[in-house]
């Protein structure tokens, strides 16, 4: 899998030190990693052990009940995913192979040679006026819990509302087969990456918001949501201008 060009919001990284200073904030942070194969095989990973003097990258294989680890490691080209905040970094596993013991699977590689650090783009979002819509419908949309209203919105993610103490959704984990439902007709197949829980402010109920990104997001579905957020935000102008 080739490195992607550089762009004005991404900064290559070769110095060891800063890499592994990256690696070491992603195991202390215990983020979630997503490591995906050339055939489009993903599974979900952390950093469990770190050496920068030894040269030694440990990833966990928690749940693999299809062998994709072995697939990948077989194929030889592994690109390791994970994001600090608003920044995602990007790099390869070098020379990856399956470890077993008593702790489980660990996917074991040297330092990667070079990693690339991406400043996610703020796209513009929007605040649904409508309290029942969008909603996200997850699997299983007959159980309590399984349609999470949308808080915001953007061409590039959003965000869920979530009841207190349900996480439907695993951190740093892709979730498909769900639903974007933007009013009583349109409704989006869609892939979400979550990245991070948090309280929503002033809410005294305990409700959380679940930040996401859309991956994969595929040319009808990106032009459908771009017609959303552009009508949503010039209804909230007109409302403003309203006296």
């Known amino acids: 899998m080739s490195a992607p060009e550089p762009t004005s919001e991404e ?4 110095s060891t030190a800063e890499i592994a200073a990256y690696l070491q904030q992603l195991q202390r942070e215990n983020a979630g990693v997503l490591l995906s194969g050339p055939q489009g095989q993903s599974l979900s990973s952390r950093i469990v052990a770190l050496d920068a003097d030894a040269d030694l990258l440990g990833l966990e ?11 990948m490691v077989a194929e030889g080209e592994i690109t390791a995913v994970a994001y600090l905040g608003a920044i995602k970094l990007q790099f390869e596993l070098e020379a990856p ?12 590689s040297a330092l990667p040679a070079r990693l690339y650090r991406f400043q996610r783009r703020q796209s513009f979002r929007v605040q649904p006026a409508n309290s029942a819509y969008p909603r996200v419908v997850l699997p299983g949309a007959e159980q309590p819990g399984h349609a999470l209203r949308v808080l915001d919105i953007s061409i590039g993610g959003l965000a869920l509302a979530l009841p207190p103490d349900l996480l439907p959704l695993p951190l740093g984990q892709v979730s498909d087969g769900l639903v974007l439902e933007l009013d009583r007709i349109s409704a989006l197949r869609i892939a ?16 959380q918001q679940l930040g996401c990104s859309f991956v994969d997001l595929d040319a009808n579905a990106g032009r459908s949501l771009q017609v959303y957020v552009d009508q949503t935000q010039k209804r909230r102008r007109l409302l403003k201008l309203d006296p």
């Open 192 to 207: 979400l990456l979550p990245h991070h829980v948090s309280p929503i402010a002033g809410d005294g109920s305990g409700m």
């Open 97 to 108: 192979v399956l470890v077993s013991g008593e702790q489980g699977t660990v996917l074991r």
């Open 61 to 71: 294989i928690a749940t693999d009940p299809q062998g994709i680890s072995q697939a």
């Open 11 to 14: 900064l290559r990284v070769a």
